[in-house]
């Protein structure tokens, strides 16, 4: 059964959190708020915070950027996973993912489902890996935050979570660089 292993430690991991808008700041970014709130509850180090205008050069630049650096393990971002013309995270993200994780979007998709139907299929939430970091592009909802975190990310981002999690495997994540092989 899936579940913690209480004879496990528990390993914080950094996290940094990004906000897509043209229009929030941090002092009304809710969304950013939940998501830095569960991301202490839960015992993390909240590295870094940001917002960025919906513009893909800025979302890349910023989301590169925290992924080179060796005290951030994840990258969480939270809007533009829309389809009006600003929502273009999942566009320049995507292309500087070295594996996808389709199955963060399928998940993600099938809880918020239980919440708000069809209209799911209004998020192009997407996930993926790029110089041994996680990435998650999450809704700007604080709503989607919370079913990102709550259903997903809250137990693959601990590493007593059973069968298998995220942690164990972050010391693998650059292991074809280090070999000196091509992924």
């Given at each position: 059964?899936?579940?913690i292993d209480d004879n496990r430690p528990f390993i914080p991991v950094g996290i940094a959190v990004l906000t897509v808008s043209d229009t929030r700041t941090l002092a009304d970014d809710r969304s950013g708020d939940t998501l830095?709130?569960?991301?202490?509850?839960?015992?993390?180090?909240?590295?870094?915070?940001?917002?960025?205008?919906?513009?893909?050069?800025?979302?890349?630049?910023?989301?590169?950027?925290?992924?080179?650096?060796?005290?951030?393990?994840?990258?969480?971002?939270?809007?533009?996973?829309?389809?009006?013309?600003?929502?273009?995270?999942?566009?320049?993200?995507?292309?500087?993912?070295?594996?996808?994780?389709?199955?963060?979007?399928?998940?993600?998709?099938?809880?918020?489902?239980?919440?708000?139907?069809?209209?799911?299929?209004?998020?192009?939430?997407?996930?993926?890996?790029?110089?041994?970091?996680?990435?998650?592009?999450?809704?700007?909802?604080?709503?989607?935050?919370?079913?990102?975190?709550?259903?997903?990310?809250?137990?693959?981002?601990?590493?007593?979570?059973?069968?298998?999690?995220?942690?164990?495997?972050?010391?693998?994540?650059?292991?074809?660089?280090?070999?000196?092989?091509?992924?």
């Amino acid at each position: 059964m899936p579940g913690i292993d209480d004879n496990r430690p528990f390993i914080p991991v950094g996290i940094a959190v990004l906000t897509v808008s043209d229009t929030r700041t941090l002092a009304d970014d809710r969304s950013g708020d939940t998501l830095a709130q569960r991301i202490a509850d839960a015992g993390h180090r909240l590295v870094e915070r940001a917002i960025v205008p919906d513009d893909r050069q800025s979302i890349a630049a910023q989301v590169s950027a925290w992924t080179v650096r060796k005290d951030i393990d994840v990258v969480i971002t939270t809007g533009g996973t829309g389809f009006t013309g600003r929502d273009v995270t999942p566009e320049a993200l995507e292309p500087i993912f070295e594996k996808r994780m389709d199955g963060f979007s399928e998940v993600f998709h099938r809880i918020s489902y239980d919440k708000i139907g069809t209209s799911t299929i209004q998020s192009r939430a997407t996930a993926g890996v790029a110089n041994a970091t996680f990435i998650f592009v999450l809704p700007g909802s604080p709503g989607a935050c919370k079913d990102a975190w709550d259903g997903i990310l809250k137990n693959q981002l601990d590493y007593r979570h059973m069968p298998c999690n995220f942690v164990e495997i972050m010391p693998r994540l650059d292991e074809h660089l280090k070999r000196g092989g091509a992924a």
